[in-house]
């Protein structure tokens, strides 16, 4: 059976330091992949996605990036995080086939100090 | 860019009472998506609907393609279904989420 595995589920980190976050699916090939995010109060927000190995399209703009460098690992970054990145962000996957549904990880709540 | 709205934002009923969530979204998605997010935040995939009408258990979800318009029910509601239901719309290139249910079932 597939399974997705994020990490870690917490992580508090200060403005201005980097950022790294794993997302890896097991059990499928060629998944698409994405990444949401919830800020405080609010909605999901879809950040990234990505059809195959290296790529990805992004929803907004933003101090963020995504890279998927194999074809069951999604990662997403910063160089230099903000207060605004603050919030919950989850991955996703999905098989590469119309109308199916989304799977998704158990989140990393990310607390930017 | 697909818009999905979602109504009520919060909704506080009684143990064993029928609860009604909607969901309007604004242009044609490939499929509505119906998720359970709990206090840790933790998503479950409930169902993905793109025509008529599915149930698991207790939850049934409907969907009318013409009106652009899905439902979420709930029968003899427990305090277990107390979380945030979400209603999505979209394809292989993502979702775009409402803003969310909070339903409390209160014993």
Redesign the interface.
């Known amino acids: 059976s597939q399974t997705i595995h994020q990490w870690p589920a917490t992580l508090v980190q200060p403005v201005g330091s980097p950022l790294s976050l794993e997302c890896t699916v097991e059990g499928t090939s060629n998944p ?1 992949l ?1 990444w ?1 995010r ?1 800020a405080a109060g ?5 950040l990234f ?1 990505s ?1 195959g190995i290296g790529q990805i ?1 992004s ?1 907004v703009p933003q101090n963020l990036s995504a890279s998927r460098p194999q074809d069951r690992q999604f990662i997403l970054s910063s160089k230099k995080l903000l207060l605004s990145d603050s919030g ?1 962000y ?1 991955c996703a996957w ?1 098989a ?1 086939l ?7 990880g ?2 990393t ?1 990310l607390s930017i100090l | 860019k697909n818009e999905v709205e979602q109504s009520p934002q919060n909704l506080t009923a009684q143990e064993g009472e029928f609860i009604t969530i909607n969901c309007s979204y604004s242009v044609g998605i490939s499929a509505l998506h119906w998720l359970q997010q709990h206090p840790g935040g933790g998503i479950v995939s409930l169902f993905m609907l793109s025509s008529g009408k599915k149930k698991h258990g207790r939850l049934i979800a409907t969907i009318n393609i013409q009106e652009k318009h899905s439902s979420l029910h709930i029968t003899a509601s427990h305090p277990r279904d107390s979380a945030v239901y979400i209603c999505a719309g979209g394809g292989a290139d993502g979702l775009t989420f409402g803003k969310g249910t909070h339903l409390i079932i209160q014993p």
Do not use: K, M, T
Not at chain 1, 42 to 46: E, H, P, S, T, Y
Not at chain 1, 98 to 104: I, K, M, R, S, V
């Open positions: 698409n994405y949401y919830q609010r909605g999901l927000q879809l996605y059809v399209s929803e919950f989850l999905s590469a119309l109308n199916q549904p989304q799977h998704f158990d989140g709540r």
